[in-house]
């Protein structure tokens, strides 16, 4: 989730000027966010950090949402830890769901990383759910055994299911060259990881929408072979 730090002027010495953090939009309605802001309540965890819990009133659509947040004053950047209630998780397609019940587990544990601002382990996140829908996508349309399935590793999966299938190819291997950006030591210099994360994420949409017509031209609702279709 993005945020923005804004600086609050306090009336306690110490915390003159405190920066804190608020949500980019607002969790509740998701308009850009221009809240009233407030200290609720706050434990002095140290010299230099405070842990505060903070309310913040959207103009917008007129709720509140709240944030805990590590607090240094004006000294350094302040740190989000948790924003209540949640972004809303990405609602996924049920053919894919019922195709892949981990796959759905696996993306929104990713996308409460996300949320929190952890984009490492948010991309290494996403690239473990493709992982788990390309193999159980395959186990189901492939006459490939289980344990054979299992031993791909993801580049070779997709060069082997996917080599004369473009899109889902291109999109796949996005998802996995950027994810492994995320979980390398080495991690190419310069790595944005905020905005990558938004490319990897709109890669892992194409391929999920290519399952998804797949899944839907395997089960068409009516057929040429339908009775009740025959007119
Ligand atoms: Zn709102």
Aim: hydrophobic share 35%.
């Amino acid at each position: 989730m993005k945020t923005r730090i804004y600086t609050m002027q306090v009336t306690s010495p110490w915390y003159a000027d405190t920066k804190f953090c608020v949500p980019d939009l607002c969790p509740n309605c998701g308009v850009s966010n221009n809240p009233t802001n407030r200290i609720e309540g706050f434990f002095n965890s140290g010299n230099s950090c405070i842990l505060a819990l903070l309310s913040h009133r959207c103009p917008s659509c007129g709720k509140y949402h709240w944030t805990l947040q590590n607090l240094y004053g004006n000294k350094q950047d302040p740190e989000m830890l948790f924003v209540y209630p949640s972004v809303q998780l990405t609602s996924m397609d049920s053919k894919i769901v019922s195709l892949s019940p981990r796959f759905e587990k696996m993306y929104h544990s990713a996308e409460r990383s996300e949320n929190i601002g952890d984009y490492d382990l948010a991309g290494m996140g996403y690239r473990a759910a493709l992982e788990i829908l390309i193999k159980d996508y395959a186990v189901q349309f492939t006459n490939e055994s289980k344990d054979k399935i299992a031993g791909y590793k993801l580049n070779d999966a997709i060069a082997h299911f996917y080599k004369n299938e473009q899109t889902a190819q291109v999109s796949a291997d996005v998802v996995r060259i950027y994810g492994n950006d995320y979980a390398h030591w080495n991690q190419p210099d310069q790595f944005n990881s905020e905005e990558i994360l938004t490319q990897l994420k709109a890669y892992l949409r194409i391929f999920t929408s290519w399952i998804g017509y797949q899944l839907m031209i395997a089960n068409p609702p009516v057929s040429r072979e339908d009775k009740n279709s025959k007119k």
